[in-house]
Structure formats: C-alpha cells, structure tokens
Nanobody, 122 residues
Framework: QVQLVESGGGLVQAGGSLRLSCAASGRSFGSYAMGWFRQAPGKERESVAAISWSGANTYYEDSVKGRFTISRDNAKNTVYLEMNSLKPEDTAVYYC???????????????WGQGTQVTVSS
C-alpha cells in the first residue's frame, strides 16, 4: 500500500516555473515506478511524465518535453516535477501515481494522490 500526497501547485504567469512534489508513505516506495498526470476542466486525464524505480529511465509526453523534468529521491520517498516555461494550456490538476511498470499509460498505476492545482495565467 502506498499513499501519495502532492504539493507545490499554485498560480503562475506564463513563462514561469513551478516545482511539484509528491511525498509517498510506505517502505516500498523505491520499488515503484512513478508517474505524473494531469486533468484540465472538461478534458480527460492525460499523462505528463514517468520515471522508473531507480530514476534511470524517464518518459515524457511530447507537449512537455524540454520544459518539464521528472526526478525522484528514494531516500526521501519523494518524486518531483520541475515545470519551466509554463503555458496557459498547462493549467490542470496534477496527480502523481505509483505503479509497477514505467509507462505513460495511466491504467498501469495502482495508487494515486489527490492532486494539486496548477494555474498558468496569460
């Protein structure tokens, strides 16, 4: 069982930056792949980034490549999403998730946080 709590969301102007954190409880955090997903109002949830249990492998959706960076610190049971050059279309609730497979496919993730709101103003 893994419990996830996101933080770091907020309001930022276009072109700005935010760093999201996802703190996990449970002793086996280091064995899970982690993903970030987002859902904008009226839209389906979409993937953002994923990272393997060791941090050696990362994957990004094309829309965020070069702007977002996913990382993790297994000693702190935390995964991060560094977001730069933010655009209004990045506005969404951002969720972190834990699963056994490193993938951008949301159905492969078993545990989900409650989400944190990111709003980018133009």
């Amino acid at each position: 069982q893994v419990q996830l709590v996101e933080s770091g969301g907020g309001l930022v102007q276009a072109g700005g930056s935010l760093r999201l954190s996802c703190a996990a409880s449970g002793r086996s955090f280091g064995s899970y792949a982690m993903g970030w997903f987002r859902q904008a109002p009226g839209k389906e949830r979409e993937s953002v980034a994923a990272i393997s249990w060791s941090g050696a492998n990362t994957y990004y959706e094309d829309s965020v490549k070069g702007r977002f960076t996913i990382s993790r610190d297994n000693a702190k049971n935390t995964v991060y999403l560094e977001m730069n050059s933010l655009k209004p279309e990045d506005t969404a609730v951002y969720y972190c998730a834990a699963g056994r497979i490193t993938t951008l496919t949301s159905k492969e993730y078993n545990y989900w946080g409650q989400g944190t709101q990111v709003t980018v103003s133009s």
